[in-house]
């Protein structure tokens, strides 16, 4: 469970990049950039810093999927699959190939969801057996 937990975040990760560079390509958008806004948003220190630790949440659940205690992970990749949604659907654009990448996201985020709520307890290991099993 905790290797396709951590696969799933690796998924949603580098969809949100790919969602990234290719608004880049759009007309415009590196004008807007260079000027100081994105998508109507004024690009501030503190915006960064949002955007930052935003973008933390499933960088670092690559990892702490794997390296948690089973029921911290299990609440762990729930909340931060909420959070990771949220900032999908609130802070994207409606361009075509945003919405399908973030559908997918969306997808890969309930499916994360999922398999956390779902994960049994038969399958709770201490943490020297549960990294020599899962990988």
Known sequence: MRARLSAAWVFVMLNMVFADILSFMSPGALQQVLA???????????????????????????????????????????????????????????????????????LGCLAIAWWSWTWRPAEWRAPSARLATDM
Do not use: C, D, K
């Not at 930052?52 to 690559?62: K, L």
């Not at 089973?70 to 654009?93: E, H």
């Open 36 to 106: 100081g806004t994105a998508e109507g948003i004024q690009i501030t220190p503190a915006f960064l810093l949002v955007a930052a630790v935003v973008a933390e949440v499933p960088i670092s659940m690559v990892l702490l999927s794997l390296l948690l205690p089973q029921r911290t992970a299990r609440w762990a990749n729930i909340g931060a699959a909420v959070v990771t949604v949220a900032f999908v659907l609130g802070m994207g654009s409606a361009t075509p190939h945003y919405v399908f990448i973030a559908a997918l996201e969306t």
